[in-house]
Nanobody, 128 residues
Framework: QLQLAESGGGLVEPGGSLTLSCEAS????????VVWFRQVPGKEREGIIC????????DYLDSVKGRFTISKDKAKNTVYLQMNGLKPEDTGVYYC?????????????????????WGKGTPVTVSS
């Protein structure tokens, strides 16, 4: 079965940048779409951005468009989230999750948010 592990989170100053990694193991990502999520304490988990098995992209959050970029390294079986111009409101726990083939049109609340596999998350804190 597919397993996912996030890394790269930490403390960063406003305006700074971070790159998060989502390393897959057990199976390749050749047949999976990967979605980055984040969750702020007291708020609902929200989808951010997706890359499909064919490397098509989907954006879900207007607040991060133009600042966050998703990419995939097939050789390393890893998906990345590059975050630029970070703001305090970007603070939260960031998760990667996978589902077969295609990015969902929308990421809506529900059991597992429509995803089949989840990582444990990595916290990101944006503060001076």
């Amino acid at each position: 079965q597919l397993q996912l592990a996030e890394s790269g989170g930490g403390l960063v100053e406003p305006g700074g940048s971070l790159t998060l990694s989502c390393e897959a193991s057990g199976l390749t990502l050749d047949t999976y779409a990967v979605v980055w999520f984040r969750q702020v304490p007291g708020k609902e988990r929200e989808g951010i951005i997706c890359i499909s098995s064919s490397e098509r992209k989907a954006d879900y959050l207007d607040s991060v468009k133009g600042r966050f970029t998703i990419s995939k390294d097939k050789a390393k079986n890893t998906v990345y989230l590059q975050m630029n111009g970070l703001k305090p409101e970007d603070t939260g726990v960031y998760y990667c999750a996978a589902a077969v083939w295609a990015c969902p049109v929308t990421v809506a609340p529900g059991p597992y948010y429509g995803m089949d596999f989840w990582g444990k998350g990595t916290p990101v804190t944006v503060s001076s």
